[in-house]
């Protein structure tokens, strides 16, 4: 009996020690003010579109959108011709044609953002083993969501003394473990803005972290627009309802 007593006050120690070990290593995500945060929040257009000019341009290369069509685009303030070109500059497979055969064609606005890899196995095979998370979820999917995933876009550096990183790792402030198999993807100046905006590395991930956040959820806005017409029709309905009511029982005492 001693003896079990013993075991689980080890244990208990043990799981202290290590929970304090994981808080002395957590540190505080990024706090920013995020356009379409709140019950009024909308979404900045000129921020979404430089945001996805950031991930066209340095993360499609390993990370995928695979719920995002080029038509939703025009959620971002892209034009309908705009679109229209954007897509037919990328081949698509299709068919197959009357020979049972597949075929290359130009893309369509119904047409989802290809796919930067075949499949699971080979993106692993061109990433030294780690598997590139698809995006068109990942602000929703962490905890933290918006806050999170621009963190850990400017968490990159040095790491602490004392501290081994494993081969093939980077050392990130705000990733789990603090080693991250993705190498920093931004650089200062690593796109030209088509807006002129001066592409810092905090600017890119602000702007990419917008465009993720519309992709989780493109249709934010109108669900905010639908929340505050329900509340103003039930005040509305409780307000008639409660001058019925004052109505019907006047007489009573």
Not at 24 to 30: C, G, H
Not at 37 to 46: E, K, S, V
Not at 75 to 81: F, P, R
Not at 92 to 113: A, I, N, W
Request: hydrophobic content about 40%.
């Amino acid at each position: 009996m001693t003896r079990i007593r013993t075991l689980l006050a080890a244990t208990a120690v043990l799981a202290t020690l290590t929970t304090a070990a994981r808080a002395a290593e957590t540190i505080e995500l990024k706090q920013m003010d995020w356009p379409q945060a709140g019950p009024f929040g909308t979404f900045d257009r000129a921020s979404l579109q430089r945001g996805f000019q950031v991930y066209r341009e340095v993360c499609s290369a390993c990370h995928s959108l695979q719920y995002v069509a080029f038509r939703h685009l025009e959620g971002i303030g892209l034009l309908e011709e705009q679109v229209k070109a954007l897509s037919a500059e990328f081949e698509v497979t299709d068919g197959p044609d009357e020979s049972g055969d597949m075929f290359q064609r130009p893309g369509k606005p119904s047409d989802y953002l290809p796919q930067p890899f075949e499949n699971k196995q080979q993106a692993q095979a061109a990433n030294n083993g780690a598997y590139p998370p698809d995006l068109s979820l990942i602000v929703k999917s962490r905890k933290g969501h918006e806050n999170y995933v621009y963190s850990l876009m400017i968490g990159y550096g040095t790491p602490p003394a004392g501290t081994t990183l494993r081969a093939g790792m980077n050392y990130n402030a705000y990733f789990t473990g603090h080693q991250i198999a993705m190498p920093p993807p931004l650089t200062e100046g690593g796109v030209e803005y088509a807006d002129g905006t001066a592409a810092s590395v905090d600017q890119m991930a602000y702007d990419v972290t917008n465009f993720l956040a519309w992709a989780a959820e493109p249709t934010l806005e109108s669900r905010k627009a639908t929340g505050v017409k329900v509340v103003l029709f039930l005040l509305v309905f409780a307000g008639l309802a409660y001058a019925v009511k004052r109505k019907v029982w006047a007489d009573v005492h």
